[in-house]
């Protein structure tokens, strides 16, 4: 959980570079141990993405569902 409050808070900040990476980091950690707290954190790194990612956001928001 602690790569998803890093990303979100990256990605809010404007440390897109990074928050991407953490983002990417993140997906990888709920993906090999899904819970619900998961998912709803995908869905928030989901919304803070730049449109460049939307392979990464779609991924994280097919997880979320």
Known sequence: MVLGALASALLRGGDVDRGVYVARQFAAAVESKPNTMGRQR???IAAW???TE???AG???AFAS
């Open 59 to 61: 991924h994280l928001l």
């Open 42 to 44: 995908a869905q928030g």
């Open 49 to 51: 993405l730049p449109d």
């Open 54 to 56: 939307c392979d990464l």
